[in-house]
């Protein structure tokens, strides 16, 4: 006889991080930018606002650190708190990314959370994880194990 074990850990997709950036905070964003996240199926998993100092938000964006926009990303993200959270949907990076819309704001598809809310490719409204790992590393960032539901 042949036994079919599977092994669940308490999740029923994959995660993805997201940070609503300062400036969509700022201009009071944050609670209609989380409803329409919701509203896409993404369940939160932890949650919380905070602010990045210039050092965390170098350390959160060090991947970029060569990019001639990286003084005025580091500028943007540590200009005012931010609210982050870990998501939780069947393919959530990937899905996340459709769902928010292209980096650009103005390149974005009508009707998705860059589009709507984002100002400039920098200040474009929210952050999402670009693969699992990064998922896991940003929500490692700001989450312990005691803040994830
Ligand atoms: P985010 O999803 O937070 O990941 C990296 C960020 O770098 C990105 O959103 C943009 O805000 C920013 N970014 C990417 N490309 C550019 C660019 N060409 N000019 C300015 N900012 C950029």
Redesign the pocket.
């Known amino acids: 006889m042949r036994l079919n074990i599977k092994i669940s850990i308490n999740m029923s997709g994959s995660i993805t991080f997201t ?1 609503v ?1 300062p400036a969509a905070v700022a201009d009071g964003h944050a609670a209609a930018i989380l409803a329409k996240i919701a509203e896409g199926g993404f369940k939160i998993k932890a949650l919380k606002m905070t602010r990045l100092s210039k050092e965390q938000a170098e350390q959160f ?1 060090a991947i ?1 650190s060569e ?3 990286f003084g ?2 580091v500028k943007s ?1 540590s200009s005012g708190p931010i609210i982050a959270a870990m998501l939780e949907k069947d393919n959530a990076v990937e899905a996340f990314r459709a769902y928010i819309g292209a ?2 704001p103005a390149e974005a598809a009508a009707g998705t959370i860059r589009k709507t809310y984002g100002k ?5 409204a ?3 994880s ?1 693969s699992d790992d990064n998922a896991q590393l940003e929500a490692g960032y700001f989450f312990s194990q005691f803040e994830r539901f």
């Open positions: 940070m950036k964006y970029h990019r001639p926009f005025s990303l993200m980096t650009n400039s490719i920098e200040d474009n929210v952050h999402g670009d």
